[in-house]
């Protein structure tokens, strides 16, 4: 069966413009969840509880704000009960998640995400991951994506991972880009 699921993978630095470019393609559909950690999303707010009550309806967009982590190195825990939760009860849904390398735990495993982006085909969940570095990802989670979305990134541990993907040329053209202008590459 053809994978028809969408997984869109935002690289760039600081403030080129990651989080409205999510936003802006996450507005393209009707059945959106964001995990929002910084507090930047709009939408019905909902918890754990709610998860499983969606799946029954027919369009909505709802932010999930992660609270029971009270440190950073609890956060890839509550996501990795997010993302259970998704692939459990979720289907046919775009999930956004925002600060990507902040998820992912400590041990370098994929972690939640990498469970989203290799099971979720089977329920219909698309994934749009956004991140500031790519160096810092496992290859499993710069390998998954379809579309890459990538904005200014200069440093040489983010070059080298985007000769993967990228022809040299393109790969300079990423290095020039001026702030909230980007390149789409097509798996
Ligand atoms: N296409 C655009 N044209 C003009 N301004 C933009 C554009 N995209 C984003 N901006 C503005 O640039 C600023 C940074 O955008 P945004 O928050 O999306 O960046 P980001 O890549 O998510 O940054 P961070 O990595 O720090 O989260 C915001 O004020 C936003 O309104
Ligand atoms: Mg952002």
């Known amino acids: 069966m053809s994978d028809k699921t969408r997984k869109y993978f935002l690289a760039g630095q600081s403030g ?6 999510l936003k802006a393609l996450a507005a393209r559909e009707d059945r959106v969840v964001h995990w ?3 507090d930047e999303y709009r939408g019905e707010q909902i918890t754990f509880a709610d998860i499983p009550r969606l799946a029954k309806r ?8 992660p609270h029971f982590a009270r440190s950073l190195e609890d956060l890839p825990r509550e996501f990795e009960q997010f993302a259970g939760l998704l692939l459990k009860y979720g ?13 992912l735990p400590r041990n370098r495993t994929s972690g939640g995400l990498g469970a989203l982006l290799y ?7 698309s994934v749009y991951y956004a991140t500031q ?12 994506a379809k579309k890459l979305f990538v904005f200014h990134l200069d440093s040489g541990g983010d070059l080298q991972v985007l000769r993967r993907y990228l022809a040299p040329d393109l790969v300079r053209r990423v290095a020039a880009l001026p702030p909230h202008e980007y390149l789409t590459v097509t798996k």
């Open 58 to 65: 027919r369009a909505f967009c709802v932010v999930y704000r």
């Open 91 to 103: 289907r046919q849904l775009t999930v956004t998640i925002d600060e990507a390398l902040s998820v």
């Open 36 to 38: 929002d950690i910084e």
């Open 119 to 125: 099971q979720g085909r089977k329920r219909g969940l």
């Open 133 to 144: 570095e790519i160096s810092g990802l496992p290859r499993a989670l710069t390998g998954q």
């Open 16 to 21: 080129c413009g990651k989080t409205t470019l």
